[in-house]
Each structure stands twice: as structure tokens, then as C-alpha cells.
Nanobody, 124 residues
Framework: QVQLVESGGGLVQAGGSLRLSCAAA????????MGWFRQAPGKEREFVAV????????YYADSVKGRFTISRVNAKNTVYLQMNSLKPEDTAVYSC?????????????????WGQGTQVTVSS
């Protein structure tokens, strides 16, 4: 069974940092672009960051640019999201997902495998 499992969420004060991990099981995603999305209560899911299969290309939402960094280690079948200078508005459930292809996309419809998500709460 193909799975993506996120970890690393939690409660942090504003200005703090967290590192999320997304581990794949059941198959390798080394040929797929991988993305992070988030959904806050009462809001729609939104794109956060994406990384190409090789790691050479990354895109970020304007709201997290300069604060978040996406990376991947294909040998470990794992994708990371380093989040610094966290703000209360970053509070959400963060999910990783595998794209259909190796090309990085920001549209959630381009992603076929999703993790369950991990809660990130930033207190003011």
C-alpha cells in the first residue's frame, strides 16, 4: 500500500521553527515532484511549496517565501519542510503530496497521493 506519512508538527511560539518530514512507503517517489499544502480551519487548502524530482527546482507561496525551505533526500524517500519565523497565520494542517509527474506544480489537482497531515499550531 502506498503511503505518505508526515511528522514533525506541534505547538510553537511565534518566531519559532519546526521541521516537517514526509516519508513515503510502498513505492519510491524519486521521479515525482513533491509538494506541501496546508489547510486552516474554515479555509480552503492552499499550496505551500513544491520541489522537482531532482531537487533543483522549488517554488513557494508568497506567504512563506524566505521563511520556509523545501528539500528532499531521494535515497531516504523523504521530503522536508523547514519552517522558520513562524507566524500565527501559519497555523494549519500540513500535508505532503506526490505529483503526477516530475514537473513541479502548484495546483493540488496535479497531485495523486496524499498524506494524512500533521497539525502545526503557532501561538502569539
Amino acid at each position: 500500500q502506498v503511503q505518505l506519512v508526515e511528522s514533525g508538527g506541534g505547538l510553537v511560539q511565534a518566531g519559532g521553527s519546526l521541521r516537517l518530514s514526509c516519508a513515503a512507503a510502498g513505492r519510491t517517489f524519486s521521479s515525482n515532484a513533491m509538494g506541501w499544502f496546508r489547510q486552516a480551519p474554515g479555509k480552503e487548502r492552499e499550496f505551500v511549496a513544491v520541489i522537482s524530482w531532482s531537487g533543483a527546482t522549488t517554488y513557494y507561496a508568497d506567504s512563506v517565501k524566505g521563511r520556509f525551505t523545501i528539500s528532499r533526500v531521494n535515497a531516504k524517500n523523504t521530503v522536508y519542510l523547514q519552517m522558520n519565523s513562524l507566524k500565527p497565520e501559519d497555523t494549519a494542517v500540513y500535508s505532503c503530496a506526490a505529483a503526477r509527474t516530475s514537473v513541479p506544480r502548484t495546483d493540488a489537482n496535479e497531485y495523486t497521493v496524499w498524506g494524512q497531515g500533521t497539525q502545526v499550531t503557532v501561538s502569539s
